[in-house]
């Protein structure tokens, strides 16, 4: 079975802290993604990687940045944590273009107070 | 750009009551259109999906058809568990991608 492991379920961070969210993929998938899920927004993308190194801005990338040093291992790195980044982030891992099928992570929720 | 809409939640059913959970979409081209499914405590999972018009995606009992010309993806169960109490959500993706473009999702409870 494909696992995508998300480092933390559960984090509480200040205002202004730097944030690393942590996800690995042990499917060797080319393709990588951080959503948040917010009530009522539904999930919106943040960033994607095609390849290791490469990193493209989803739709809502601003307060984020993301780091892929390794294909298995995406961060979202929030760098001033805000009290509008509290949400629930999903990560999720894809084989190729074109199936349209994400394997998610059970998403990491973070409260900013 | 790409949207999906689908209906407010929460919806809620006795067990072995017919589901639909309406889902239609804004998208230049020809998108793809998936369902996903997130239960309690774990991350998305595919359902199902469809890839061309008249196309129909089904998995666990449930079905949805790919309606071009009401553009629209209503996901269907005609007896439905309590198991079957998640939150479901509608995607589509375009242009052979795989960035998907989410809708708010649905929460459904059944009761025994």
């Known amino acids: 079975d494909v696992k995508v492991t998300q480092s933390s379920r559960y984090l509480v961070k200040r205002t202004g802290e730097k944030v690393f969210l942590e996800c690995v993929q042990d499917m060797d998938h080319e393709n990588m993604f951080w959503y948040r899920q917010d009530p009522g927004l539904g999930l919106r993308l943040i960033y994607f990687?095609?390849?290791?190194?490469?990193?493209e801005k989803g739709d809502i990338p601003e307060g984020y940045s993301v780091s892929r040093e390794k294909k298995e291992r995406f961060s979202l790195i929030l760098e001033s944590a805000s009290t509008n980044q509290t949400s629930m982030y999903l990560c999720a891992s894809s084989p190729d273009w074109n199936t349209g099928e994400l394997f998610f992570g059970e998403g990491s929720r973070l409260t900013v107070l | 750009g790409d949207s999906v809409t689908q209906m407010e939640g929460p919806v809620t059913l006795s067990e072995e009551a017919f589901l639909t959970i309406n889902c239609t979409y804004t998208a230049t081209g020809y998108p793809s259109l998936f369902w996903y499914v997130q239960y309690p405590g774990e991350g998305l999972q595919l359902l199902l999906k469809?890839?061309?018009?008249?196309d129909k995606g089904s998995n666990k009992g449930f079905e949805a058809t790919y309606r071009k010309e009401t553009t629209s993806f209503h996901l269907e169960k005609g007896s439905v568990q309590v198991s079957d109490s998640a939150v479901y959500f509608c995607a589509l993706s375009n242009f052979g991608n795989e960035k998907l473009t989410f809708g708010t999702g649905t929460r459904l409870t059944i009761i025994p």
């Open positions: 469809a890839t061309k018009a008249d």
């Open positions: 990687s095609y390849d290791v190194k490469m990193k």
